[in-house]
C-alpha cells in the first residue's frame, strides 16, 4: 500500500484517546507542520510526525516506535501515542464520539488489559469479555464467556460525561470513561478504566477495546494494521483471510473465526506462558479497528495490541 497520492493526516477534529494504563486524554493534529498535541492528565507535549507513505502511517522520535495512523474506513478513529510522566505510551483515538446513550447500546467483544495494585504491588493482566448495553446505557460485563444475563458479571450504567463521551458507572461509583462511535450497524467502544472502589484497598486501571459482535466474515476486514501495544512496541500485521501475519514473525499465523465468541477470532501463535500454550484472541471491525489479547489472567503477562487500517 502506499499513501503518497492521498493525505492520511487530518486535523478537523479533537480526538479523545485511552491508554492501557486507563489515562484519558485528547490530541488534535496540524497538517501544516506535521504535528501531534496532546493533553493526557498532567502531561502535555508536541511531536512532530514523519511519514510513512509504506505502511501509511506516522513516526515520531520522542515517543520511540510507537506510531500514529488514521482509519480510511473511518478518519475519526486512529492510533497514536504520548509521553506521559516521561514515559512513552500507546492511545487509541476516537474523534467526535457518540452522546446519546441509545447509539451505544449493543453487545460488544473486549479486549481487556488491566493492571491491579494491591499494597504497592501491581499485577497486570488481559482477558476477553464481552459486554451488553441496552438503549438506556445499563451495562453487564462477562469476563471469559459469551454474553449471558446469568453470568454473574458486573453491571452499572452509561452517564453522560459533559466534557465527551461516558461515564462507566457502577454501584453509584465512577469505574471509567467510555467513548463510542457508531454507524448506522457496526460499533466500535473504548474505555479507560480507573476504579478505586470495588475492592477496598486497590486500584484497578486499564484500557478496554471493544466491537459489537458482528459474525467474523473471512476476507471481509483483509488488509494491513498499524498497531501499538502497553510494551511500547509496534508491528504491522496483515489480515488475509483466515491468516494473520505479523511483520515480527517469519510466517503467518492460522485465525479461527467466531471463537470463544461470535465475532471474535482465535490467533494460533502457538506461544506459551509459563510454560502452557496460551492462544491470542482477536477482534476486528469494518470501521477499521483491530485488537488482540494474550488470553491470560497470569501474573505479568497482561499483553494489549491495538490499532487501525490506514
Sequence with gaps: M??????????ASTFYGVTPEGGVGT????????TSN????????????TLDAASCS??????????TAFASANMDLAVSAATVAGVNTAALLMASPETVLANAAGTYNLMIVENQLTG?????????????????????LCRGVAYSPTCGGSTGSFVTNAGGGFNLVSGGNTLGRVFV????????????????????GTTVSGMWV????DIFVSGASDGVYVTNTNEQSTSLHTLAGLTLKPNARPTAV???????????FEIVTGDTVAGVMVNDVGIVSSLGIYADVTKSNSTSTGFIRFGVKP
Excluded: E, H, M
Aim: proline share 4%.
Design 210 to 213: 471493544g466491537a459489537t459482535n
Design 120 to 140: 504497592g504491588i501491581t499485577t497486570r493482566t488481559s482477558t476477553f469479555a464481552t459486554l451488553q448495553v441496552d438503549v438506556a446505557g445499563a451495562w453487564s
Design 2 to 11: 502506499s499513501c503518497t497520492s492521498s493525505p492520511v493526516l487530518t486535523s
Design 254 to 264: 492460522t485465525v479461527v473465526p467466531n471463537q470463544p465468541v461470535q465475532g471474535a
Design 27 to 34: 490530541w488534535t493534529f496540524d497538517t501544516a507542520s506535521l
Design 58 to 67: 506516522y513516526t515520531s522520535a520522542s515517543t520511540g516506535v510507537l506510531r
Design 181 to 200: 462511535k457508531a454507524t448506522v450497524a457496526k460499533k466500535v467502544l473504548t474505555v479507560a478504566l480507573n476504579d478505586t472502589t470495588t475492592v477496598p
Design 38 to 49: 496532546y493533553v493526557v492528565g498532567a502531561s502535555t507535549g508536541s511531536t512532530a510526525l
